[in-house]
């Protein structure tokens, strides 16, 4: 073979190398960090906990909880976003011990709703402040909400309701591969608290799809788009009829 020939081959052996170590990537919150903190639980020594969570564990929860706090954008706090941050990581911290792996649940996805719910309750707690010694008019400019706006609002929301009770007794009908289930869930469970979504970034909820399934951007794609087929023939059903026949599939896709 000549030595262009050679060089050729190489020079393409060397970019397919480049391709798969970007496609390599680390995970923050992988199975090392769900294995450390089931030893910091199992350990009943001060020291050697401390060290765990120090050496293997403190990382991924601050970047956890930074991905969280920008996800869901969280209106109502008044202090530094560095102060929230340490305050969701000291509350999975006080939380650690009640993580059980023998349930089957990964670390990721059970920290990142401890977060959420943390973020949940003080979010609404600051924001019945804020409506105690704001007006009404206050509020409204703050949410920047309109008449139709609100309309609008309570129709999609009432169909939401409906869409993730249809999806939570049908997944397991429309989905037999267990990666794609665990898509689907994920999805579901990003419905459920969009309340709290403020940006609905297509990048941010993808990477928190990512991370909590472990399944790479074009299945997530994939799964997302069977879920848009439902939606859709669903959404016309619910204009004309104002329901939904949530625990049944068979009426929509035969």
């Not at 190489?10 to 990537?25: F, H, L, T, Y």
């Not at 400019?141 to 309309?151: G, I, L, Y």
């Not at 794609?221 to 879920?227: C, E, F, P, R």
């Amino acid at each position: 073979m000549p030595k262009k020939k050679n060089k050729e081959v190489n020079d393409v052996k060397a970019e397919i190398k480049k391709i798969v170590k970007k496609k390599k990537r680390k995970v923050y919150f992988g199975q090392e960090v769900q294995d450390a903190i089931v030893d910091y639980n199992s350990s009943k020594k001060d020291t050697e906990r401390n060290k765990i969570y120090g050496t293997r564990i403190h990382a991924a929860f601050d970047k956890l909880s930074e991905n969280i706090i920008n996800t869901f954008k969280f209106t109502y706090f008044d202090m530094p976003f560095a102060d929230v941050k340490h305050e969701v990581v000291a509350f999975m911290v006080i939380n650690i011990h009640k993580y059980d792996h023998t349930k089957g649940s990964k670390a990721f996805s059970y920290f990142s709703i401890v977060a959420k719910n943390y973020l949940i309750l003080h979010n609404n707690n600051n924001y019945k402040k804020y409506k105690t010694h704001d007006d009404i008019l206050t509020l409204d400019s703050h949410r920047n909400f309109t008449n139709d706006t609100n309309e609008r609002k309570e129709y999609l929301e009432e169909f939401i309701d409906e869409l993730v009770k249809y999806f939570d007794n049908n997944i397991l009908n429309i989905f037999k591969n267990k990666k794609d289930i665990d898509v689907a869930f994920a999805i579901v469970e990003l419905m459920k608290t969009r309340e709290y979504i403020e940006n609905f970034n297509k990048k941010s909820l993808y990477i928190l799809i990512r991370e909590m399934t472990d399944v790479n951007t074009s299945h997530i794609t994939k799964v997302t788009n069977i879920l848009k087929k439902h939606y859709k023939k669903m959404l016309h059903r619910f204009y004309y009829h104002g329901s939904l026949d949530v625990n049944n599939i068979d009426k929509f896709f035969n």
